[in-house]
């Protein structure tokens, strides 16, 4: 199981100094949705170039030319790309061919699919790396998480590995833990606590025990 660091509403520098406080403690950096749309894939860049030992997420929910984006993504750095699970099975597919070319992983968020059980088996038999349950800010503030969802696709999938995102804290961890995925996603659980460092140290140990 691993630990990976969403970042969401910082710049280059902030998600440069955020990563540093904790980096001994995570396994990967996600540079999100909102960071690209502001600062583009050069955040990407920044990140791996700083952070070479660490894996770097690029968070682009592709919906179309999946081919081509996870293409640009892996040139500037990225080791794993995201496509929304809503897309395209062409759009998918195209994204795990050029991933494998490039030596890259493809994440699927299955944020707002209906059928999470029927879109996870065929998804799962599309190759990608990972299958994602995601409470995404809009879903936290409706009073939602992803638990449930996440031991569903589970009881589905046989290929891909398993991750989960969405309002996860130090208090509520081990409750995800349980549900044993391979990646448990956190982001204002440890950018938006006083002592990052000891919060993503202690989310480390209970991760690395599971």
Known sequence: MKLQLALDLVNIPEAIKLVSEV?????????GTPVVINEG???VKAIKDRFPALQVLADLKIMDAGGYEVMKASEAGADIITVLGVSDDSTISGAVEEAKKQGKQVMVDMINVPNLEKRAREIDALG?????VHAGYDHQAAGKNSFAELKTIKSVVSKAKTAIAGGIKLDTIEEVIAAEPDLVIVGGGITGVEDKPAVAAAMQRLVRGA
């Open 41 to 43: 894939l050069h955040a």
């Open 128 to 132: 990608v790396d990972y299958i994602c």
């Open 23 to 31: 980096e001994a403690y995570i396994d990967v950096v996600e540079i």
